[in-house]
């Protein structure tokens, strides 16, 4: 009997974990997708509503979001999201120079050759498509999966998986700043430009020039996270 319980609250949990990591990623696709406003006010009920999820997972995902800092709970009051602002861009983009400069020395002499040719040529293919067809639903998408590719397959090559969680909640920040930034041609050119120059010097054995790219890749976009808000 007491073996049968054990059981049962064993799968109760872990039922009760993988709801919650459900209740997780929703949060953060309706947030990404716009479906929810940065800056949000909202109650635990709409929340229940609109993500289809029980009460019990929502309020554990709702706590690890709060601990991530991307929402505040304000007991017997409501849940508001984070609007991303001044501190908020120039924080996340300092930890991401500290993580991905030392990340991109690394991947320099370490990446495979194969996977560097396939970087520099889906870059130099989606720098011709924009200028070829401009921001279409198929060339966002490719700078958007360049974005996480070439960035991700980085700090991967640290084999490290405390720094592997900490970027995952860093890249969520990331994307809580893109939300509001708007996507020019010019724009898109010059990041995709940016990560080919980083490719290169990675594809010439060079980490001090690949750090050295990296580092200014990641300064133009911090300045162009920070001009959305000191132009308001």
Not at 67 to 94: C, M, N
Not at 131 to 160: C, D, F, M, P, V
Not at 163 to 169: E, F, G, P
């Amino acid at each position: 009997m007491a073996a049968r319980k054990r059981r049962a609250d064993a799968s109760t949990g872990a039922a009760g974990h993988r709801l919650g990591d459900v209740a997780y990623a929703r949060i953060l696709e309706t947030l990404f997708e716009r479906k929810i406003p940065a800056g949000a006010f909202l109650s635990q009920s709409d929340l229940v509503k609109m993500l289809k999820v029980p009460v019990a997972p929502l309020r554990d995902a709702l706590k690890l979001l709060e601990a991530e800092g991307i929402v505040v709970i304000h007991p017997r009051s409501g849940i508001q999201f984070v609007k991303p602002g001044l501190e908020l861009t120039r924080s996340t983009y300092q930890y991401r120079s500290i993580l991905e400069r030392a990340a991109t020395a690394v991947y320099a002499q370490t990446a495979d050759e194969s996977e560097l040719a396939e970087l520099e040529r889906r870059h130099l293919a989606a720098i011709a498509a924009v200028e070829r067809e401009g921001l279409t639903e198929h060339t966002r998408a490719e700078i958007e999966a360049l974005e996480t590719l070439l960035h991700h397959s980085i700090i991967g090559s640290l084999s490290n998986p405390l720094i592997d969680s900490a970027y995952k909640r860093l890249h969520n920040y990331v994307r809580l700043i893109r939300l509001d930034r708007r996507v020019t041609v010019p724009l898109a050119l010059h990041s995709l430009r940016e990560h080919l120059q980083v490719v290169l010097a990675c594809k010439a054995r060079n980490p001090e020039a690949a750090a050295a790219a990296m580092q200014a890749h990641l300064t133009s976009a911090l300045q162009r996270g920070l001009g959305l808000y000191l132009s308001y």
